[in-house]
């Protein structure tokens, strides 16, 4: 059995011991659809100018905004969450230290939770589109799932240097509180970024769920090919590649750091 299935089949069992959970977290999906449906009947034609390149729908456009988000926010939480666990129940130490690449552990231990925000994502789409109306009928699937690849990839590089924050500070995420309040509030999740002040506006492009939202939005919403979003493609695979070895190397540092400091199972 591989690293991957290992780490899956074990979380899948780990959860589905929860049903409870699983009940109650589509149920909170269809509550958060429908707020976002009534506040769209509010507030929605005095966007309709800043919306248009979107096709002008601000439900549709909020919808996608709150659904996609759930992969910045597992990714922020997902592998630090996986280190406090692996502290609390005693196992990060052998985890760590055995001869499985450090790369390899940390993809391992986050696929369930992509899979799981992967099954929100879908009740998201399903309730917009059988009980109000969401229209996906121009959405480019091809382009939708390369955003989507694309976000995460670049997602998962922050995810880490946060699982790394919390080997050094051990309780809280400062990584995850910060970075996540501010990318709502720039990339574009309720709004669109063209309302934020010029200087907000400026700040809003260093960050990739601004790109990844716009990617997705265009694919979804006005069946844009992949030529056409090349731009927001090529800055996500750029922080990708600025990512990912930066968050490795910063991990390794920090793991190192924890080994030397005798404080690799404090918690």
């Known amino acids: 059995m591989s690293v991957a299935t290992a780490f899956f089949k074990r979380d899948l069992s780990l959860n589905l011991s929860y049903r409870t959970f699983f009940f109650l977290s589509s149920f909170g999906i269809l509550f958060n659809v429908a707020v976002t449906y009534f506040i769209s009947r509010l507030f929605g034609d005095s966007l309709v100018s800043q919306?248009?390149?979107?096709?002008?729908?601000?439900?549709?456009?909020?919808?996608?905004g709150v659904a996609f988000n759930g992969y910045l926010t597992v990714s922020l939480s997902n592998y630090a969450q996986s280190i406090r666990d692996g502290q609390v129940m005693g196992t990060l130490e052998i985890?760590?230290?055995s001869p499985t690449?450090?790369?390899?552990?940390?993809?391992?231990?986050?696929?369930?939770?992509y899979f799981f925000t992967t099954f929100n994502v879908a009740i998201y789409l399903l309730a917009g589109t059988l009980i109000f109306g969401f229209d996906v009928s121009?959405?480019?699937?091809?382009t939708a799932l390369l955003v989507l690849i694309l976000s995460v990839t670049s997602f998962s590089?922050?995810?880490?240097?946060?699982?790394?924050?919390?080997?050094?500070?051990?309780k809280g995420d400062p990584v995850a509180t910060i970075y996540g309040g501010i990318?709502?509030?720039?990339?574009g999740v309720y709004y669109p970024v063209s309302v934020l002040p010029g200087p907000l506006a400026v700040?809003?492009?260093f960050f990739p769920l601004t790109y990844a939202l716009d990617g997705m939005r265009l694919a979804m919403l006005k069946g844009a090919s992949i030529m056409s979003i090349?731009?927001?493609?090529?800055?996500l695979v750029g922080f990708t590649l600025l990512l990912t070895p930066l968050s490795l190397v910063v991990f390794r540092m920090a793991l190192k750091r924890a080994k030397k400091e005798g404080s690799l199972v404090h918690y």
């Open 138 to 142: 121009q959405a480019n699937v091809l």
């Open 183 to 187: 990318s709502s509030l720039l990339a």
């Open 101 to 113: 690449r450090l790369s390899s552990i940390l993809i391992s231990s986050s696929l369930w939770s």
């Open 95 to 97: 985890m760590l230290l």
């Open 230 to 235: 090349r731009t927001d493609l090529l800055v």
């Open 51 to 64: 919306l248009s390149e979107y096709g002008g729908n601000y439900f549709a456009f909020a919808l996608i």
């Open 157 to 170: 590089g922050i995810g880490i240097l946060s699982a790394a924050a919390v080997l050094v500070v051990k």
């Open 203 to 205: 700040m809003a492009k």
